[in-house]
């Protein structure tokens, strides 16, 4: 087996030169018009499978084309021999074998359109009727006859389970379309007509914009199908578009690019061209976690980034070496005992008060009632259990009074006056509110909370909630599943961190030690699609009436974005 890296090399207008490459590891290479070849040759003078390379290694090849023939070195041939340096000519394409420009391929092949004419056309596949003196057109019926009977009437009629619909399939269906793979009518809804996105909308109603169309008067947003980019009838190939050039060909710095006026920085390599990561972050703790504005992506080059997570915590203090002190003595925590992630294995669940904290922060208050807790969240609702306690225990004796020579011996059976119960609530209160003072304020909430005294009479307070952002990359996915082979501290220096505003996240430089572009030799090879979604949650929704209307009204090779952009899009 060899490793190919295919260039296909466009001339557009102004001397624009556009180039498309991938990467196929394979002995056989495959050059014709059918969707399902290795080298897509959109030429109608050209067969659905033209020719064959067989490829043992880059001194070993072997060209094979047993109907027509192509012309090697300007020769017609139907075998021959290759070599690094010849060049193939098939149409108005030519394709040259150079030797390896770099250490992760065997052999470099370059593909480039020629400008095309008649001559040209008719020289390169000179017809059977010139060397048989017979009648070209009289063939010519035959064959258009014997397709219309073979290709159409009898797949109609029906009369032959020899001949049926499936002489009419391009190729072989996705995994994801194949339960329908019989009702052709899901999605060609009208007889010789592409597929229009109203059949694909159908089915794909959550879909949604990549970028909102009000602000970019993209036509590859505002004008392309569908099935520009998701081609079926290929198998599980090219249904997602992972050639990371297709994004790059809009987000990049060059003048006159679509995003030259936006404020989107390039990102058209992941080792070599991209933006440092931005988490959302929260900047403002008074503002109610719910609240948009309170949020903002920052870029973790920004030295003064910080997390205003409403609570007070050192990830440094709990990951020490040497243990915490809990009420069961010295423990040694661990990421995942806090940090545990879900069953999708993308994000870590929320940490829980009482499944992760209880254990040793406790929040017991009284000494003589050590199984008494307070409850977490509410001030009102710890007040008022702090009432009803004290209140208890006043009614019951248990508290002496506030002026002893006020105490009257009572007999049995004997009520409480309405001045003894008076004296009583009011000791109640006095001391429900001291012990709330020095739980909230002195040595409980405080270890963990920003508390702030709002007002005096009754005491109230103001604590921030607590909220850390669930998921730090709104624009981008990361999968903690797929990194369960490091360490914590691999990315995350939490065993340094002393506060919680520190942003613990890793930079693209860390990211950078595995992880390179789709072509960067010995790094895990990454291309757009790794980290994002082309259809982006936060725009609109992709059933854009306007559009479907437009596209109805205007067929779709008239489509002024589609004469510019779909050679780039047939094959990468």
Not at 25 to 38: H, P
Not at 305 to 321: D, W
Not at 490 to 509: F, Q, R
Request: aromatic share 6%; hydrophobic share 35%; glycine share 4%.
């Amino acid at each position: 087996m060899m490793l190919l890296h295919i260039r296909e090399i466009q001339r557009k207008r102004k001397g624009v030169i556009v180039q498309h490459e991938k990467a196929v590891t394979t002995d056989l290479v495959t050059l014709g018009r059918g969707t399902d070849q290795t080298i897509f040759i959109p030429n109608l003078w050209v067969s659905y499978q033209h020719a064959q390379i067989v490829a043992k290694s880059p001194k070993k090849m072997r060209l094979e084309s047993i109907h027509t023939g192509v012309y090697v070195n300007g020769e017609l041939k139907h075998k021959a021999a290759l070599s690094i340096g010849d060049v193939i000519r098939i149409g108005n394409h030519e394709i040259c074998l150079l030797a390896a420009d770099a250490d992760d391929h065997d052999l470099l092949m370059t593909i480039e359109t020629l400008p095309e004419s008649d001559n040209d056309a008719l020289q390169t596949l000179p017809t059977i009727a010139t060397t048989t003196h017979t009648n070209k057109r009289g063939w010519s019926w035959v064959g258009f006859c014997s397709m219309v009977l073979v290709c159409l009437v009898l797949p109609l009629v029906g009369t032959s389970d020899a001949v049926k619909d499936n002489i009419w399939n391009t190729g072989e269906i996705s995994p994801a379309h194949r339960y329908f793979a019989e009702d052709c009518t899901r999605c060609h809804q009208t007889p010789f007509q592409p597929v229009q996105d109203v059949a694909c909308i159908g089915c794909h109603q959550s879909i949604n914009h990549h970028a909102n169309p009000e602000d970019f008067h993209l036509s590859a947003i505002t004008e392309l199908r569908c099935a520009s980019c998701h081609k079926e009838h290929n198998g599980a190939h090219y249904m997602i578009r992972e050639h990371q050039t297709f994004c790059a060909s809009c987000h990049r710095n060059d003048p006159g690019s679509a995003l030259a006026d936006s404020p989107l920085q390039a990102a058209t390599d992941f080792a070599t061209d991209h933006p440092e990561f931005k988490p959302l972050i929260r900047q403002d703790d008074r503002l109610p976690a719910n609240d948009p504005t309170a949020w903002q992506r920052v870029s973790l080059s920004d030295a003064q980034r910080q997390h205003a997570s409403g609570l007070t915590f050192s990830h440094a203090q709990h990951l020490a070496a040497k243990g915490i002190v809990s009420p069961t003595g010295s423990k040694q925590l661990a990421c995942h005992d806090c940090h545990q992630i879900n069953a999708g294995g993308d994000y870590f669940q929320p940490i829980n008060m009482e499944q992760h904290c209880r254990s040793c922060h406790q929040m017991d208050f009284d000494p003589e009632a050590p199984g008494r807790l307070l409850q977490h969240g509410q001030l009102d609702a710890v007040k008022q259990v702090l009432l009803e306690y004290y209140t208890y225990k006043q009614m019951q004796n248990s508290l002496g009074q506030v002026n002893p020579s006020a105490a009257k011996r009572r007999r049995p059976g004997q009520s409480l006056t309405r001045k003894e119960i008076k004296v009583s609530l009011d000791n109640a209160h006095k001391n429900a509110e001291a012990m709330a003072i020095d739980v909230i304020e002195v040595r409980t909430c405080t270890t963990c909370h920003q508390v702030t005294r709002i007002a005096e009479q009754p005491v109230q307070w103001h604590i921030p909630e607590v909220r850390s952002s669930r998921q730090w990359f709104t624009k981008s996915q990361f999968a903690h599943r797929k990194h369960q082979h490091m360490a914590c501290t691999d990315c995350h220096a939490a065993t340094t961190s002393k506060h919680s505003s520190d942003v613990l996240l890793p930079g693209i430089a860390q990211c950078r030690t595995c992880h390179g572009g789709q072509f960067t030799p010995g790094k895990l090879p990454s291309g757009c699609i790794t980290c994002h979604d082309f259809h982006q949650k936060q725009q609109t929704r992709y059933t854009d009436q306007n559009k479907i209307d437009a596209q109805k009204r205007a067929p779709y090779e008239s489509l002024p974005a589609v004469k510019s952009v779909r050679k780039m899009m047939k094959h990468e």
